[in-house]
């Protein structure tokens, strides 16, 4: 866990428990898309898995083999609103 934070670059690290927006497309009309609001996360404050270990934990190793992918890492987010508990978390 100390290992993989260390490795995270800090102008993301410094955007862990900010609120903002995503998009989403309504799953009825893919054509329709509206605004959700999110928490930018900790890898760490989610449960590990699938997230975290899976999609999460992949994705971090491929971006480590460039400091430009590694930079420009996606959040890990928390969907406010989400009922399903295996959907509230996205990569965004």
């Given at each position: 866990?100390?290992?993989v934070l260390s490795e995270i670059p800090q102008a993301l690290k410094?955007?862990?428990?900010?609120?903002?927006?995503c998009t989403?497309?309504?799953d009825d009309d893919e054509t329709k898309v509206?605004?959700?609001?999110?928490l930018i996360v900790n890898p760490f404050e989610v449960p590990p898995k699938p997230v975290r270990d899976i999609y999460w934990m992949d994705m971090f190793t491929k971006a480590k083999r460039?400091?430009?992918?590694?930079?420009?890492?996606?959040y890990l987010?928390?969907?406010?609103?989400?009922?399903?508990p295996?959907?509230?978390y996205i990569l965004s």
């Open positions: 866990r100390d290992k410094d955007k862990f428990g900010t609120i903002g927006f989403v497309e309504d509206y605004y959700q609001p999110v460039s400091k430009k992918k590694l930079a420009a890492l996606d987010v928390y969907v406010y609103g989400s009922d399903d295996d959907d509230c």
